[in-house]
């Protein structure tokens, strides 16, 4: 029986999780996932542990590995679970309120039902750790800075995923300066040199950068304040307003599913399509900025896979940067989906974070033992 690796994605109203079995080469192979969602109660954690060692024949669960959205400034890279390290990922809370409890409630009702089981966190912010100062920091009084309000950057999971399937499948390309668009519910974009995190759009919340599907992206902060002054709203509502209200479904009117504005042809729709390509186009050019020029680019998640007029009209909108994009290969999903002769390549690559979750458990499981 091979040992197993149970992965877990916990946000507000669902568990995504899958099983891993450590094939003979050593590496994590997938042999179920599933989602479970959670109408007002929370989903049971622990009882996926039973299922885990009995699933498909049975085998020793050797591991959990969680998907953590804040590490703050210590982590730049996955950590052993201990009550020291819970403590420590508690103090994040603020920075993360509507992620960080989700994340942490399941690793410890584990904890509690099996204390020896090995836990791993792995972070969202971890791989952006490292940038140069002039990209982490706001323009802020510096005491600010000093107590932890500066750009983190969120979807490191997703990126370190993609800059190693890159690397297998085109080492040059991935050698070189690239863009990666992570377009799903949540979007951001982030600037790889060489595999390595440049810079990124999200900053200090998951709220920054481009328009999701119901948050608003990158705002003046002027417009909070005259919200705050003007119609007298608080903290809760603003929260509301800019996390659940906003984005492709505030803009739309209708939905803050690509797919359903895709299909539904009315004007509203199409103006959140378009704000949309838009933005995303535009931090391509920032991006582009910092990395000094473009090499590659590459799209992934829900909409980056699947939607091939999303592509189109970002593609269209960075044909200065030298993007030219093959209709076919985009209508195929590629995965090189730009022309021979483009001075950028183009690429879909279907993302997995679960895997890198996987990954990270099993590595630093070896490292301990
Ligand atoms: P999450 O951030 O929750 O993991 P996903 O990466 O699954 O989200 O992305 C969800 C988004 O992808 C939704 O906006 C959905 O409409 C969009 N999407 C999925 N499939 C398609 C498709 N075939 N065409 C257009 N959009 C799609």
């Known amino acids: 029986m091979s ?24 590496r994590p192979a997938r042999i179920a996932k599933g989602k479970l969602d959670s109408a007002g109660a929370n989903p049971d954690p622990v009882e996926l542990i039973a299922w885990a060692e009995s699933e498909n024949g049975g085998g020793a669960l050797i591991a959990v590995g969680h998907r953590v959205v804040h590490g703050g400034r210590e982590f730049s890279g996955p950590a052993p679970i201990s009550d020291a390290l819970l403590e420590r990922l508690d103090r994040l809370t603020p920075l993360a309120p509507l992620h960080q409890p989700h994340n942490l409630a399941p690793i410890r009702a584990i904890r509690a039902a099996r204390p020896a089981l090995p836990q791993v966190a792995c972070f969202d912010t971890a791989f952006h750790r490292g940038r140069a100062p002039v990209t982490t920091r706001f323009a802020l009084p510096r005491a600010y800075e000093e107590s932890g309000i500066e750009r983190y950057g969120f979807h490191g999971l997703s990126y370190e995923y993609i800059a190693g399937a890159l690397r297998a499948a085109a080492p040059g390309l991935a050698a070189g300066r690239v863009i990666v668009a992570h377009l799903g519910n949540g979007a951001s974009l982030c600037a790889l040199l060489d595999g390595r995190s440049v810079d990124t759009t999200m900053s200090f ?6 328009p999701m599907g119901t948050r608003s992206g990158s705002i ?24 659940h209200r906003s984005g492709l479904l505030g803009v739309s009117g209708l939905s803050g599913d690509m797919r359903v504005l895709l299909e539904s042809g009315t004007q509203e729709a199409a103006d959140a399509i ?96």
């Open 3 to 26: 040992d197993r690796i149970l992965t877990l994605n916990a946000g507000s109203s669902s568990l995504k999780y899958a099983l891993f079995e450590v094939a003979p080469d050593g």
């Open 274 to 369: 378009e704000l949309f390509a838009y933005r995303v186009a535009y931090e391509i050019g920032g991006l582009a900025a910092s990395l000094g020029g473009l090499d590659g680019l590459v799209f992934t998640a829900g909409i980056g896979e699947n939607a091939a007029e999303i592509r189109r009209r970002i593609c269209e909108r960075s044909a200065w940067l030298g993007v030219a994009l093959d209709g076919a290969a985009n209508a195929a999903a590629g995965p090189c989906i730009s022309t021979g002769e483009s001075r950028v390549a183009v690429w879909v690559i279907p993302t997995d974070e679960e895997e890198m979750i996987a990954r990270h458990t099993l590595a630093l499981l070896q490292a301990s033992r």
């Open 205 to 210: 919340t998951a709220l920054d950068g481009v």
């Open 220 to 243: 003046d902060p002027g417009v909070l304040l005259y919200l705050m002054r003007e119609r007298g709203m608080g903290a809760a509502e603003l929260e509301d307003l800019l996390y």
